[in-house]
């Protein structure tokens, strides 16, 4: 699912274009947790196999499947439009600012449009 990240440097190899093979058998490299802004310490204890951070990395994807599915819902079931399932999540955030409701805005017009392109 590509609108997971943002445009920007890659998390997985921090940039650098290359990885060692055993970090690729311990951490899958589609996993959305790991971007360019995560924690050096948090990102060395993924590697690592740190249960506790394996789980706020599962926890993460499973957070972003079920965002995923809501707009999803909301949109084919309920009929609601962008700004109102934006509108329906921002209650949850009532001092969002007006850039983090652009960022909302975007996330889930991607997360609509990525599901039209798969249904064609």
Not at 3 to 23: D, I, L, N, T
Request: hydrophobic fraction near 35%.
């Amino acid at each position: 699912m590509e609108f997971r990240w943002e445009p920007g440097k890659c998390g997985y190899c921090a940039g650098e274009g290359k990885v060692q093979s055993k970090m690729i058998a311990r951490v899958d490299p589609g996993l959305a947790y790991l971007t360019a802004n995560t924690d050096p310490l948090e990102r060395m204890r993924l590697f690592d196999g740190d249960l506790k951070t394996v789980q706020r990395a599962n926890n993460f994807e499973l957070q972003i499947k079920q965002f995923t599915k809501g707009v999803e819902h909301l949109h084919v079931y309920c009929q609601l439009n962008t700004e109102q399932i934006a509108e329906f999540y921002l209650i949850y955030e009532p001092q969002a600012d007006e850039k983090r409701r652009k960022e909302i805005l975007t996330y889930i017009q991607k997360i609509l449009d990525t599901r039209e392109m798969i249904s064609k």
